[in-house]
């Protein structure tokens, strides 16, 4: 079994080698100075400083602007199959700890680089595993992977009926792969009859089809800022914006709201919404609406006060540097008009998903809404996302929910 020092050497520039101290775990292309020979598309390499020093060992890939990703800078580590089992056990043994019994129903178990598993994503739908793969290096060994994390799961007493891969996205091209979504196969094992599984999380039921729902089949990283919104719904009327499948809206029911309105553009994300309040029993206080958000806030603005908490969680506005600028008035647009339409007393619950959208861009762009709507807000909360989405210091891509709480006075 090789040791780092066996590996191809990768020699960085000094920017890369301050930035790998600092704890981010990737290197770019263009700050590789020298490349031994003998390295696999996908295969392990040493990265070292111009000096010679060790910094780290990772996974190569050839056709990505993010040349090398790593997965260990301890110099004594084997990266042999108890490795790899180890840190498994250990991204479960995580969210464990941080999380109740309950909430483990529904998490994710594998977040990328913030558990050293460079592209590999992992959610957990009740007895139904969805994994999305995008880089080379993850590619390469999820075979052994994802059998391992399944045999953990099952000896915890956890029942994994079977397992998806949600590789569909555009961003595997990048890496000099091609899209995948289909049941995983597990040794031995027949492929379950239904892609579609029963989640609680806070109390409520949904309906989660890890074949065709967004991202991996369902967003978990809301689950306690959901529960935040619930906490505050007693007795409110509440609109929700951007709904999706009603999450935000179906907690606000569950904690008691007088009447909640969840809108969305999209014809089936309301009818899903729909047919999840009817799961919770929720229809009589749940209204569900197809709308394009930023036609609804400005018509509001001409009836007579409706609303006494809002909600916005957008979906990210943009997903690069150089459309930030256009994704902050999208942002300063719609929580404008909430602030306008609500009442002195009122509650606004308000997000950005795109970690592009910094925090500190988001909290200017809140200042200057309230501002323009000539109102000041009380701060009740500000949140991120849940503890199974860790954030990784160093590694700022892992930091990207913002979601505050607000008062209008």
Not at 239 to 256: E, I, K, Q, V
Request: net charge neutral; with cysteine.
């Amino acid at each position: 079994m090789k040791t780092q020092r066996d590996y191809p050497k990768y020699t960085v520039t000094p920017k890369a080698e301050a930035a790998i101290l600092r704890g981010h775990p990737w290197v770019y292309d263009a700050e590789i100075l020298t490349a031994q020979e003998g390295a696999e598309n996908g295969g392990l390499v040493d990265v070292v400083s111009k000096k010679g020093r060790y910094l780290g060992t990772g996974f190569l890939s050839e056709q990505s602007k993010i040349r090398v990703r790593l997965i260990s800078r301890n110099a004594n580590d084997r990266f042999d199959a108890a490795f790899w089992r180890r840190k498994l056990r250990w991204a479960w043994e995580y969210r464990k700890a941080v999380m109740s019994a309950e909430d483990l129903d529904a998490c994710r178990i594998i977040f990328g680089e913030a558990d050293a598993f460079p592209g590999l994503t992992v959610d957990k739908f009740h007895d139904l595993l969805s994994i999305q793969v995008l880089s080379m290096g993850m590619e390469r060994i999820k075979d052994r992977l994802i059998p391992d994390l399944v045999s953990i799961l099952r000896e915890d007493g956890q029942v994994i009926r079977g397992v998806f891969e949600r590789s569909d996205v555009a961003l595997r091209e990048k890496e000099g792969l091609t899209q995948e979504k289909r049941w995983f196969p597990l040794p031995g094992e027949s492929v379950p009859d239904s892609p579609v599984t029963e989640i609680t999380e806070n109390g409520v039921k949904y309906l989660v089809d890890v074949e065709n729902g967004q991202k991996t089949g369902f967003f978990l990283d809301q689950k306690y800022n959901r529960r935040a919104v619930a906490r505050l719904s007693r007795g409110r009327t509440v609109l929700d914006c951007f709904t999706h499948t009603g999450s935000f809206a179906l907690n606000a029911a569950m904690g008691g709201a007088a009447h909640v309105t969840a809108v969305d553009i999209s014809e089936s994300a309301v009818e899903m919404a729909r047919a999840n309040a009817a799961r919770n029993g929720l229809e009589g206080v749940m209204e569900c609406v197809a709308a394009n958000v930023f036609d609804l806030l400005p018509a509001l603005e001409k009836e007579p006060p409706l609303y006494d908490f809002i909600i916005l969680d957008p979906p990210a506005f943009t997903k690069s540097r150089r459309t930030v600028h256009n994704a902050l008035a999208g942002y300063k647009e719609i929580n404008y008009r909430a602030m306008r339409l609500l009442p002195r007393g009122g509650l606004l619950a308000t997000c950005s998903c795109s970690h592009f959208a910094t925090e500190e861009k988001f909290v200017a762009m809140l200042h200057d809404a309230a501002r323009d709507a000539g109102v000041q807000l009380r701060q009740i909360e500000a949140r991120q996302q849940a503890c199974d989405h860790p954030i990784l210091w160093g590694v700022e891509e892992t930091s990207y929910l913002k979601f505050y709480l607000f008062q209008v006075v």
